[in-house]
């Protein structure tokens, strides 16, 4: 029933280690994002994909790559966690033209 | 460059006062503005929008473009309004990318 979900919910990890998010949505939207939550809850967006084209690409490391399989899913892949990359990542979803984004619940990621 | 800024960091009030949350945006062409809601332990959600010009929960935002902004506001503050809200902008070449302050926490206290 949920409309986007990510998985896991939360994510403990080393530094150094690679991890992956993934992202689903069942609204049938053509668009999805990634977006990171600093600890200032500062919010600012990474990827986004369309139809499964990359739109948009941020300045962000290339140890981060988005994979859109689908276009009901859009997963993250991180390589050589670094404690920066400490967040909460939150995946989004959007009809293009209606601009409403719908988020996941978010994933908590915690690199020690 | 789009920026928004959100100049309070911290917004505590009183239930039943009045609440006003400040946003201003740098963006030469015509924005989309919106406000979003994060309550606490639940996922971020669209609370309006400046196209739509209506009222959700009784907050209503207008869009002053010679002052560029969108503030929100709702004339009698709930508790069940506590929560981080975001102003967002987006340009129309952006492809949807959302542009966020850095959000406004409301802390409603009885």
């Known amino acids: 029933d949920t409309a986007v979900s990510q998985t896991p919910k939360y994510l403990v990890t080393q530094m150094g280690n690679d991890k992956s998010i993934k992202c689903e949505q069942n609204l049938g939207h053509d668009t999805m994002y990634w977006y990171k939550q600093d600890s200032k809850k500062f919010l600012k967006i990474m990827f986004s994909?369309?139809?499964?084209?990359?739109?948009i690409n941020e300045t962000v490391p290339n140890r981060f790559s988005p994979k859109s399989p689908d276009k009901a899913h859009l997963n993250l892949h991180i390589n050589s966690l670094e404690l920066g990359d400490s967040a909460v990542y939150f995946c989004a979803s959007a009809r293009l033209a209606s601009h409403e984004q719908f988020f996941g619940p978010g994933t908590r990621l915690t690199v020690l | 460059a789009q920026r928004v800024t959100q100049p309070e960091k911290l917004l505590s009030v009183f239930k039943g006062a009045p609440v006003e949350l400040k946003c201003n945006y740098s963006y030469s062409g015509s924005p989309e503005l919106f406000w979003y809601v994060q309550y606490s332990r639940q996922r971020l959600q669209l609370l309006l929008r400046h196209i739509s010009r209506e009222s959700i929960k009784g907050f209503t935002a207008d869009l002053n473009k010679g002052e560029t902004s969108f503030h929100l506001k709702k004339p009698f503050a709930q508790e069940e309004d506590s929560a981080m809200y975001y102003c967002?902008?987006?340009?129309?070449?952006?492809?949807?990318?959302?542009?966020f302050g850095a959000g406004t926490q409301v802390v409603v206290t009885p």
């Open positions: 967002a902008l987006m340009t129309t070449d952006s492809w949807g990318k959302l542009q």
């Open positions: 994909y369309n139809n499964k084209e990359l739109i």
